[in-house]
C-alpha cells in the first residue's frame, strides 16, 4: 500500500530523514515512533505530498508520490501535526468545506458528513464554532476531516498529543476501530500507545529506522536473554547451590524468602526454553514450584536502547 525506498531529506546541513526504506501493507496499523526532532513529521508530510524530498522514492498504492500527487492525495486523509482547524468557522461549516475541497460529489455530500461525525462522536459539537471545542474535540474534527473522503490510507501526526489520559484512550480506541477497514500510519513519542494500538512498529532516530517490528517481536529482541521468576519449597542452601551449577541459568538472584519458599529470579539464556527447564529442575529434586513465571521485556527496554538514551533500571 506504501512503498518508501531511500527516503533523504535534507534541511541545509541537518539530515532529517536518511536513506529510509519501509512498507505499510494494506490493512496495518503502523506505529512511527521516535523522540523529538527525529523525523517522523518530515517523513509523514512527504508521504502526504507536502514536502518535497532529496532522494529516494515512495509509492502509495502504485502512485509516484512526486509524479502523481493527485492521485495520492486522493488515497490518503492526513491529520497534521497542529491541525490548521479554521477558528471562527462552525464545526459543520468546516466539515462542509473539506467535503467541497475534497470534491466530493453533492449528491454524496451530507451521507458522508454524517459518517465522520458518527464515527469520531462528534455529534454534541456541531452546533459550535471550531474555536469553542476543547483539544480533545479539536483532534477528533481533524480526524473527521481526514476521513471524509474516506481514503484507504490515515497518516495521523501525533493524534493524541496534549490530550488528557480520557481522550488519549478515546482516540487510541477510535484508531484501532478505524485500522479494522484502513491503513494507519501514525506517529508518537508514546510507547504505551504503540503497544496498544498497532500491529507494527517503527522506531525511528535521527532521521533513521533502527527497528521495524510487531511489538512483541521487538521488546524480545531487546535482549539476548529471558527473565523467569520462580517460586520454590525446598532447602535454600541446596536450591541455591544445585541453580549454581545449573547451565541454562546464566545469573539469579533471591528476591524472597518466607519460611520454607524462596522465590528466584533468574537469567537465562534465550531460546533455552528456561521455563520447561526449570520445572523439570524443581520436580526431579523433589522439591515445589509455587510460582513461575516469565518477566515481559518492556517495549521501554527497546526504545531506549535503540534510541541511544540513558539504560532503563
Ligand atoms: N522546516 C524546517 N527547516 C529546517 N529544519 C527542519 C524543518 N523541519 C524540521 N527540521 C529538522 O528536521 C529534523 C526532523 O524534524 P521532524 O519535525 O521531522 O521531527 P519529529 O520526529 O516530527 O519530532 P517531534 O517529535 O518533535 O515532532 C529536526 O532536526 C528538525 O529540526
Ligand atoms: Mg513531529
Redesign the pocket.
Given at each position: 500500500m506504501i512503498e518508501v525506498r531511500n527516503l533523504t531529506?535534507r534541511?541545509?546541513l541537518?539530515?532529517?530523514?536518511n536513506n529510509v526504506s519501509f512498507d505499510a501493507k494494506a490493512g496495518e496499523v503502523l506505529g512511527?515512533l521516535?523522540?523529538?526532532?527525529?523525523?517522523?513529521?518530515?517523513?509523514?508530510?512527504i508521504l502526504t505530498c507536502y514536502l518535497s524530498a532529496d532522494e529516494g522514492t515512495v509509492k502509495v498504492d502504485g502512485y509516484d508520490v512526486f509524479e502523481e500527487s493527485i492521485e495520492v492525495r486522493k488515497r490518503i486523509g492526513y491529520l497534521p501535526?497542529s491541525a490548521p482547524l479554521y477558528t471562527d468557522m462552525g464545526v459543520i461549516d468546516y466539515l462542509k468545506f473539506i467535503a467541497q475541497v475534497r470534491d466530493i460529489p453533492k449528491s454524496q455530500r451530507s451521507r458522508r458528513l454524517k459518517d465522520v461525525i458518527d464515527i469520531c462522536g462528534l455529534e454534541k459539537m456541531i452546533q459550535k464554532d471550531v474555536g469553542e471545542l476543547s483539544k480533545g474535540y479539536r483532534q477528533r474534527l481533524g480526524l473527521a476531516q481526514s476521513l471524509i473522503h474516506d481514503p484507504p490510507i490515515l497518516i495521523l501526526?501525533?493524534p493524541t498529543?496534549g490530550l488528557d489520559p480520557s481522550q488519549i484512550i478515546e482516540i487510541r480506541n477510535l484508531i484501532k476501530d478505524i485500522g479494522k477497514e484502513k491503513t494507519i500510519i501514525f506517529?508518537t513519542?508514546i510507547l504505551s500507545e504503540v503497544s496498544a494500538t498497532c500491529s507494527r512498529i517503527l522506531i525511528?532516530n535521527?532521521?533513521e529506522i533502527v527497528a521495524n517490528g510487531a511489538p512483541d517481536e521487538l521488546a524480545g529482541r531487546a535482549k539476548g536473554e529471558e527473565v523467569i521468576h520462580v517460586g520454590i519449597r525446598g532447602p535454600r542452601e541446596e536450591i541455591e547451590a544445585k541453580l549454581e551449577a545449573l547451565s541454562l541459568v546464566s545469573d539469579f538472584k533471591r528476591v524472597k524468602s518466607d519460611d520454607d519458599i524462596c522465590g528466584y529470579q533468574i537469567v537465562s539464556q534465550k531460546g533455552k526454553n528456561a521455563a520447561e527447564e526449570l520445572f523439570h529442575f524443581v520436580v526431579q529434586n523433589h522439591w515445589s514450584l509455587t510460582e513461575l513465571r516469565q518477566e515481559a521485556i518492556s517495549l521501554e527496554d527497546v526504545f531506549l536502547k535503540l534510541t541511544g538514551s540513558e539504560s532503563s533500571t
Open positions: 531529506k534541511y541545509g541537518t539530515v532529517a530523514v512511527f521516535g523522540p523529538n526532532g527525529a523525523g517522523k513529521t518530515t517523513t509523514m508530510r501535526e501526526d501525533e498529543a506517529s513519542h525511528i535521527d532521521g
